[in-house]
């Protein structure tokens, strides 16, 4: 376990009793920026997360050979605060701009070439006013951007792939690299799914199992305040139980839904590289089975050619709980050979598919943060909490850190660009 090198040694002992300032649940960017600011500004914060890595959706897997992002395919340079990341990712040579040959398909399977990357992307922003909440109640907060950095309104090209484009980015070493920077000095009980919270005097006793076998105890831990950064219908399941929580809180996350998704993973034999298809990544519009294909051996060195294919909701949905997987990506890469004909010639040496319940917002909340005081400081957080996918996370990350500091003792936080500059190249 790493600890921060600026706590006491009293304080690492009792981070290790599980007795802390603020826990924090989920290691996504969202979680894991929020907890990065808290522990800036000097609290005690552990982070809990349920699987064994760091990053949530920006993930990657080890395939035979190969490491695959299967989760956030490449960060974009639009909003106000995802170039700031990117920046800082970039100057540790962790990120690197992935030029590569980006088309859009039509419903009538007409590939268009993407507009060449954008390094001015403001043109293509149009920052808005934020919308008004929707659901304005009494004892539940719904932080905007009146009280945190400038709502900035972008709807990235998974939501709407007609949105014109900006530079992207990929992690040579994986998208997960993203998560294991920020984590770098945090205090990180992994493999350890948070399943209740309890009110107890001043304190939240946060209630833990363990997932993985041998995870060391402790499997509760108490925190003065809680911020909840999963994705929000996992949220719901976390405090379904908790009868201190204003039923509102519970109806305002339960109207936020999400589209599933099937994100597999194919390898060829390396020859295949070499036969012409004319894209690198394509993106569909309206197509009811695919909706992304991308080569993701441009990304990193690779001795075979390795396709990431996203399935469209539609698909995913219908497919999600199908006993055979393997056979629903096989459709996915057969319906894809219709734009990379060497394809149908070849069954690939691996396929490996992964379920994405909760992969990309449908129907979001309104604000950066959702935060309740009573009875006791609470706040819920993340890629919902807007349309535009790791900028939402990262814009939520910063204003849940910002509602717990003013639920607790007002401390000051860092700014995003400082929180980043204060961190090492996260090796
Ligand atoms: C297939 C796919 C492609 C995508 N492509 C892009 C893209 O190109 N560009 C882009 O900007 N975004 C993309 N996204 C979206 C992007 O990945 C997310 O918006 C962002 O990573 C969300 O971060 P988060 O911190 O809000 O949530 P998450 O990343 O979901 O983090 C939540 C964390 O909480 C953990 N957790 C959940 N429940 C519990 C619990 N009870 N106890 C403990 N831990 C728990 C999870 O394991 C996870 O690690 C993509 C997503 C998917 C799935």
Known sequence: MIQPPNETPDTIQDVDRGDVDIAVIGAGIAGLVCAEQLRQAGYRVVVIEKSRGFGGRAATKRVPNFRADHGLRYLERSGRLLPVLIDALCDRDLLQPWNVRFCRVTPDGTLTPDLSPNPEPSAAISPQASPPSLNPIRGIIGISDAETPERTQVTANLVNPDQPSCQRYIAPAGANAIGKFLAQNLTVWRSRRAIGLLAVGDRWQVQLEAVAEGVDAPLSLTARAVVVAIPAPQALELIAATETIAPEIQATIAAVSYHPCLSVMAGYPAELAAADRGWDALQFTDDRALFWAGVESTKRKAD?????????????????????LNACGQ????RLASHFPALAAHRPDFLVVHRWRYALIDRPFDRDCLSTRSPLPLVFGGDWCGTAQA???LRSGLAMAAEVTRS????????????????????
């Open 391 to 393: 900028e939402t996370a």
């Open 304 to 324: 075979q050619l390795c396709l990431t294919v996203h399935a469209a909701p539609e698909f995913a949905r219908a497919q999600f709980d199908a006993p055979d």
């Open 408 to 427: 607790v003792d007002g401390r000051s936080l860092p700014t995003l660009d400082g929180m980043l500059t204060a961190l090492g190249d996260g090796s």
């Open 331 to 334: 459709t996915l890469l057969d």
